[in-house]
């Protein structure tokens, strides 16, 4: 037994083998090894979509806030300037990435993006960068929704989707243009073709205006009123206008501009751009015909829009007018004929400022005065009224828009003048310094007017950050001693004015309604963000506000709380433009139309009891 092989030992006698697998004839093992494989598909790119669809969630809530709480145009460039490139840089970053895409598939989608979001602002110049605040989200919205939505499809399905989305997204931009900037400074766009209707040039009438030679009290002869602070003190009319409503007189179309309108009896004048020309052009109060027109080839352009944006002074029969490129002009208002003319580019050896000459002339005791803002020198300037000729230039202010203010300040006659350095006082007859208030601004120019309260105090206003001050002057000896009484950084004013009644401001915060008690700058109340302007009826306690949509609102002036009394809808687009009321009509206008309303009549006063009637 001992030499029996167990059942697990294998002898040489009996190899193992396996059966050999049957080989057929015509398909020999040698020629079955060299089969060439199958091409081996590339892998899918995992794009992990939680990223981007979490960035633009983020961009989009920041971008509402922003906008939704914005009253400064700061707030308006970070909603919808910095969040959404912000946002952009890190859906880049994500992509560049994103390893499992093919780098040269990366590279090439980056450089597709940059070229259909540029394309829409090479289309759209002159002013074309600010399309990109509507481009920018709306490419890359688009691109992460179609992501998300395709996120099933294979890669070569979604690439194409992508590409098309960035085609269409790229080429609906193109199609339109940047029609101007609203009061927060953010973009209004509109379709290329749909460009502001704008008035031809016009030949003369042949006509004249019947002026008296000095403004009546019912009059309004100036920028802002006489004394340039937007308060009618004459005018009473019915303030229910929900059961007795203005009555629209007449409408007519206008040239371009953002100038207010000067009446004078059955006239009123007012500055327009039409065609290559700009013009000051006098209607009839009653019909709103055109009486004469004073051309001069002239145009300016910006992204706040186009043609001129001071409104005329009238004196002694003369019309006193300041256009946007520089031109100032003593006009008889009778005629339309020029007088006299004069470049504030050549006498204060500049160039036009960046949203163009926008100060209103003043006229004061023989001279006109016009805002330059050249600096060193050649601020402000004075002119003889009678023949245009320099008297004084002064002033250090090299930006600012808003217009010379006559006004007797610590018992003595001043223009002051509002600027980036801050709020300077002259002499008016020889220009000479007699007080200033240095707070420098760099940025976001002055526009609004300086408010003076009483004879020794006044209050100067700021947009953004700066906010308001009110200001004490005080002689001591023979010097004019300006003191700070409080500075707010809560009401900012920015070219929205605002008016004063009863020891309070009414205004704008930015583009918000508000009250502010005038003895300590605090803030009693805060109502919509409207925008606009705004004109103080003394004789009714009622402020009159038009909005920068156009709308009228009659709110009374109580600082516990905003009441609106009555509104109308009296234009259809960007309303800038001064309000006016003369003799219980309402002026309104913008770069399209002007339109006149007679205001209902008052309701009788009641007359007091006599003393001892029973």
Known sequence: MADEPSEKEVTPEEPVTSDPAPQSDAAPA???SETPPKPVRPAEPRLNITIPSAVILVQLLFTLYFLNTSTTPFRTYVGIGIIPIVGTLVLAAWWGLSMSVHWRQRLTGLALFGAATLLPVLV???????LLVYVLPSMTVLLVLTLVATCRLAWP????????????????????????????MAPLIAWRWAGPPELGATSTTGKTAAVALNPEPEDWPAFRGARRDNRNMVSRFGVDWAANPPRELWRRPVGLGWSSFTVIGDYLFTQEQRDKEEAVVCYEVATGAEVWS?????????????????????????????????ILQCIDAATGATVWKRDLREDASMGVPQWGFSSSPLVVGGLVYAYAGAGDGKSLLAY???????????????????SPHFAEVAIAPQILQISNYGIEAFEPATGKVLWEDVWDIKSNPRVAQPYVVDFYTLIAGTGQGKGARLLKVVKEGETFVPKILWTSEKFRPYFNDYVFHDGYLYGFDGNRFACVDAANGFMRWTGDRLGGQILLLNALDMLLLLTEEGEVQLVAAYPSSIEVKGRLKALDSKTWNHPVVSRNKLFVRNDREAVCYELPPAPPREEKPKEGAH
């Open 30 to 32: 040698e020629e079955a």
């Open 384 to 402: 003889k009224t009678e023949n245009g000729e320099l008297a004084w230039a002064a002033g250090k202010g090299t930006n600012g828009y808003s």
């Open 124 to 130: 759209s110049r002159p002013i074309a960068p600010f």
């Open 157 to 184: 399905e979604r690439r194409r989707l992508l590409l098309m989305a960035m085609a269409l997204c790229s080429v609906f931009f193109c199609f339109t243009r940047v029609a101007g900037v609203d009061g927060n």
């Open 294 to 326: 004073n051309r001069i080839p002239e145009r300016f352009d910006d992204v706040m829009g186009s043609g001129p944006r001071a409104t005329p002074a009238y004196d002694k029969g003369k019309l006193y007018t300041q256009g946007a490129t520089g």
